[in-house]
């Protein structure tokens, strides 16, 4: 049921940010409304990234302290490893504020 009323809610707030584009008088998007977009967009695309990555490293962290509570001896090797693993699923989130910041410095908003 949450999912369902997320997802309806999530339409109706890209209905409302996309009405004046669709709705423009001259059928073009404007210069603000671009900008506008583009934030936005920018802003979602790295509130997805640093979604998954917090979920990728909770569940990352998780199973490495079930492995060192099964198996107490081989701590290191398991450490060792998550610590790769996790470096690797931050520099997703990474390079997602990457991709993003070079969507606002090409539409020249951001510096």
Known sequence: MKKRISVILL???LVCLLAPAAFAADGAVSGSNVSAMAVIGAG???GLAALGTGIGQ???LG???EGVGRNPGASGK???TLIIGLAMIESLCIYALLVSM???I???IFF
Do not use: D, F
């Open 11 to 13: 339409a109706l707030v």
């Open 44 to 46: 979602v695309a790295i």
């Open 58 to 60: 909770g569940i990352g």
């Open 63 to 65: 199973k490495a302290c």
């Open 78 to 80: 398991i450490t060792t």
């Open 102 to 104: 070079g969507m606002l």
């Open 106 to 108: 090409n539409l020249k």
